[in-house]
DNA sequence: GTTTTCTCTTGACACCCGTCAAGAGCATGG
DNA sequence: CCATGCTCTTGACGGGTGTCAAGAGAAAAC
């Protein structure tokens, strides 16, 4: 007994990694029910229904609902904040890059509406519930990283200084994003054919004018 | 009987207001422990211990939870939409209208922070629950219009037309003033001290470069 | 093969929710 | 002055929630 010197909090760890690897398999499902339901409707009953575990199992895994929420979070983050490096990297001129933007912004958005509506929703939600305070505004950070290293590009192939600080820069685009979110969950896919002409309208205005 | 012509879903009414005064006394209970709270954690129980009634009443009045709701969204609306006409009006000068559109955010971010949490949250919840979207919609077009009128007056004021479309403005002003709130509610209000300075940067690149 | 440890399920608990029925209090109008 | 509405309170209902204890079942260790 006792043979092991590396304590943990958790159930003690044989492999070590098992039971990230259940985590994150019960994260997996939590994610698709919360991007389904939003964080107030989605019961820890429900998440485990979408899992193929029993509702019992979360607080094995867990200590409370907000922790497994938190680690959702954090996990999702992990594989989403580079999805806009392909975009830095292939472009080799401003319009390329204006439009491969605009083509991923569009692509996200149809194809991980659920994700942002969760996403959006949690970052409101802590404006309620503290604890989800510190996870949010470390999202919030590295999403405001990734649009600065897009602007910066931009910036570079076109020639011009950046108008606005990072902060600023990101919570203008941010804001036409959750725009185009919301129209989509409103009006459908259609409406996103609309977006790229506005991103082509406002990349450059954040841009000091050529002199 | 059946005196009166108006006919109404609700109980008749003699007087015919009586019940619209008792309903905007709920709505306003509401909407203070909606802005505390959150949506989706004040309950009707919460809100009527907050008023002079007992919580049973609600049901007197409103139909539902949801038509409560919503009532109050439309209450809360009807006097926020005009609250930058001032600025419009007073203002001789291009910047002049921008330092005075700067305070008035930063004023309505500081006296009426949980109100406009309240607003995002059941924007986001919109998304989710589509008997919220009209509500919703419907308001964020007043704001649009409410924005676009200020940048009206800034083009015609600066001499230089607008660079984006009205919808376009809305959603990036707005996210600027979203990630006022968040930072006001998570850091306190001495960020306030440094929203001008990005008004001061955002707005001018709103129009289109002098020629 | 037996014992120990890890996983997971089941079922219960205390609590809170929206809703509504029954009735008390009170004013109004006959 | 009694009766008739209108207001509002009380108390209950069925259902859903997060949480946790007890134990079944499998796997691993000896």
Not at 119 to 124: A, I, S
Not at 140 to 152: A, C, K, P
């Amino acid at each position: 007994m006792m043979e092991d010197v590396t304590t943990t909090a958790t159930p003690r760890r044989s492999p070590g990694d098992k039971h990230d690897e259940r985590r994150n398999q019960l994260a997996e499902s939590a994610l698709r029910t919360l991007g389904e339901l939003g964080y107030a409707r989605a019961s820890l009953r429900e998440i485990a229904t979408n899992s193929e575990f029993s509702h019992g199992v979360v607080h094995y895994y867990f200590r409370d609902k907000l922790e497994l929420i938190v680690y959702c979070v954090r996990y999702y983050k992990a594989r989403c904040v580079r999805r806009y490096d392909a975009v830095v990297a292939e472009s080799d001129s401003a319009e390329e890059l204006v439009e491969a933007f605009a083509a991923k912004l569009v692509e996200t958005l149809r194809d991980e509406a659920p994700m942002h509506r969760l996403w959006y929703d949690l970052r409101t939600q802590s404006m309620f519930e503290p604890g989800l305070s510190e996870a949010v505004t470390h999202i919030d950070n590295t999403l405001q990283e990734m649009i600065w290293r897009v602007v910066e590009r931009y910036s570079d192939l076109a020639g011009r200084p950046p108008a606005l600080t990072p902060a600023a820069t990101y919570a203008v685009l941010d804001g036409l994003f959750q725009q185009g979110l919301l129209a989509l969950t409103r009006d459908g896919e259609a409406v996103l054919a609309g977006l790229p002409a506005q991103v082509r309208a406002l990349l450059p205005v954040l841009l000091a004018p050529e002199a």
